[in-house]
Antibody
């Protein structure tokens, strides 16, 4: 069974940094594209970042470009999201989600429970 | 970016009745080379992550009850629940994966 567990969320002041992790199990992590999706309180889902199976082709949404960095460690079966220069509008639950095995343009078939990031002074 | 717009924003349906949720994309998500619509539907219950229900606009995910069905092509899509059950109360969202990934704003489904 696919299992994704996010961690690293918390309260951070504007301009601060946070690193989220997503521990994966139950599947061959190194074979899948992985994504980060966020959901602000009471709002809809917004795609944030994706990274290919090898970890050498990351991509971010325009809203976080230059501030967030997605990476992965296939030896540790872990996905990361380094978030810098955080703003109040980055406040959200952050989910990691599994994408496709050989391309980025797929649905997300498994999701973690999410980790809450609050940006506030 | 492709904008996904759902209607209605909220919906109240009686138990056992049909529920219909619409999703419209700002441009076609039908890929001509494989004739597939790059469109998925998700269900999200309170305090839970989204759950994939349907991919390729009409392919039900394994384990999803057959009362859930997806239809449409190009820019207009529909999620139908044929006979609403109490456990179907949730927010439903469409997603296109034709060009990056964008989601609709969500439709809140309640019992009347």
């Amino acid at each position: 069974e696919v299992h994704l567990v996010e961690s690293g969320g918390g309260l951070v002041p504007p301009g601060g940094s946070l690193r989220l992790s997503c521990a994966a199990s139950g599947f061959t992590f190194s074979s899948y594209w992985m994504h980060w999706v966020r959901q602000a309180p009471g709002q809809g889902l917004v795609w944030v970042s994706r990274i290919n199976s090898e970890g050498n082709s990351p991509s971010n949404a325009d809203s976080v470009k230059g501030r967030f960095t997605v990476s992965r460690d296939n030896a540790k079966n872990t996905l990361y999201l380094q978030m810098d220069s955080l703003r109040a509008e980055d406040t959200a639950v952050y989910y990691c989600a599994r994408g496709g095995s050989n391309r980025w343009y797929t649905e997300f078939d498994s999701w973690g429970q999410g980790t809450l990031v609050i940006v506030s002074s | 970016d492709i904008v996904m717009t759902q209607s209605p924003d909220s919906l109240a349906v009686s138990l056992g009745e049909r529920a219909t949720i619409n999703c419209k994309s700002s441009q076609s998500v039908l890929y001509s080379s494989d004739n597939k619509n790059y469109l998925a539907w998700y269900q999200q219950k309170p305090g839970q992550p989204p759950k994939l229900l349907i991919k390729w606009a009409s392919t039900r995910e394994s384990g999803v009850p057959d009362r859930f069905s997806g239809s449409g092509s190009g820019t207009d899509f529909t999620l139908t629940i044929s006979s609403l059950q109490a456990e179907d109360v949730a927010v439903y969202s469409c997603q296109q994966y034709y060009s990056t990934h964008t989601f609709g704003q969500g439709t809140k489904l309640e019992i009347k």
